[in-house]
């Protein structure tokens, strides 16, 4: 299995538009950084490379790779339009999608239990979104819609025609033929210059283009998660979700 990671963009919602703060992957919370959570995660996985879409402070992202992982585990490609849409990060690891393997897509600015990326990893389904019914609805979670049990929408806006709808923790896992239909999609909207949608909206396209059942989705509700947008998330990372991993692996929590 490949695994792309975008980590490239400023963090302009956390930071605002012109800023040199350090990628929202370099975050700490507990002493670790996002970025060394995701790698070890991953390691514990069985992942053996992870391709990482990088721009903005690269360098410091490339550091702080290196320190915590072994020699040619992370593969950078640098995005120079990293102040663009994420749909151009995604663009730039085009050769991963098309690599002819599984591929676990997977957003950089996520606190979360390990089991998050772990079940989807491990699971029987090769397309494959994580889900969380327990949500707050409104304007800014990406949300998974199901009727009689299959995905039908994916997104920030979706249809008002579901049975169950829950939150989407940022990681996917994509056949190898799915992926390349994704990396159709997303290179015809940059060759385009269609870049208003989202990477997500690209990907429900496919997915809606598909039979039924093409796309599950693995269950994390009960897991803590959270994303890393706004100064607020950072303060819940902090004081809520960071507490309850430390509990749930048995671990002391860092101050």
Partial sequence: MKVIML???VGRRLHGDENDQLPKALLEFGGKSLLARHIECLMDNGIKELTMVVGHRKEDLLAEADAGSPDGFVRPIFNPRYK?????SLGAADDTMRSG???????????YHPDVLGRLINSAQQNCFTIDYE????????????RDGHLIDFGKKVTDDYHTIGEWPGF???????????????????????????????????MVSEPLGTFGY????????????????VTYAEETILPEIMKRLGEKSAS
């Fill in 172 to 206: 996917m896992r994509m056949s190898p033929d799915i992926a390349v239909k994704i990396a159709n999609a997303v290179k015809t909207h940059i060759d385009t210059n269609n870049l208003t949608s989202t990477y997500e909206e690209v990907m429900c396209e496919v």
């Fill in 7 to 9: 980590a490239a963009g």
């Fill in 218 to 233: 693995e269950d994390v509700t009960g897991l803590p998660w959270t994303e890393i947008d706004f100064p607020i998330d």
């Fill in 101 to 111: 393997n599984d591929v676990l897509f997977m957003d950089a600015d996520v606190l």
């Fill in 135 to 146: 949500f707050e609805e409104g304007d800014e979670p990406v949300k998974l819609c199901l």
């Fill in 84 to 88: 663009e849409t994420g749909l151009i």
